[in-house]
């Protein structure tokens, strides 16, 4: 899965209110059996380390919401 498929999964999820507007990487798990979510949520937020594509907010330690 490429990282535009994942993130719109996600998207898709949180506007059909499956996933809650503030998530961790366990809602996308349980909801989308999307297994790395633990890896790609930290990897794609503001302030990662990697200068990846800002991809969701991290509003605290774990959770995340998306970038607008």
Do not use: W
Not at 18 to 30: E, G, K, L, S, Y
Request: charge should be positive.
């Amino acid at each position: 899965m490429v990282e535009g498929q994942t993130v719109r999964l996600i998207r898709d999820a949180v506007g059909a209110g499956r996933i809650p507007v503030q998530f961790r990487a366990a809602d996308v798990t349980n909801a989308l059996g999307i297994r790395f979510a633990g890896t790609f949520l930290p990897k794609h937020c503001n302030g990662n380390l990697g200068n990846n594509s800002v991809l969701f907010i991290k509003l605290d330690r774990g959770l995340y919401r998306l970038k607008k």
